[in-house]
């Protein structure tokens, strides 16, 4: 469970995210791509071509963040560029999900047998 400040708007960059960039690179992202503003206190998600990775710019009202996070085992679910342009708005639960690695966009966990019989 995330606890986020109300009224924090958190924002999934669309597409794929060339990972090297740091802080400035993706502040830079945030400003030009997304037509955002980095320092409103706003969380900022970023991916890599592998799916693995993800990044998370934000304000904490002193300086820039990053929050950076490698998934061993699965993959982040990322909504596909054609869905909506520039980016697409998540709740808090929908955030934890995702950092956690579920499929965020349908929740409910399905068993599946590993072996037939």
Known sequence: MTLLPSGMKIHVAL???DMRKGLDG???LVQG???QDPFSGHLFLFRGRKADLLKIV???GTGLCLFTKRLEQSRFFWPAA???PGSVMLTSAQLS???EGID???PEKRWRPSVAG
């Open 58 to 60: 934000f304000w904490d």
């Open 104 to 106: 965020w966009r349908s």
């Open 97 to 99: 999900m995702l950092i």
């Open 26 to 28: 993706l502040a830079m």
């Open 15 to 17: 597409g794929v995210t």
């Open 33 to 35: 791509t997304l037509k």
């Open 82 to 84: 054609d869905e909506a």
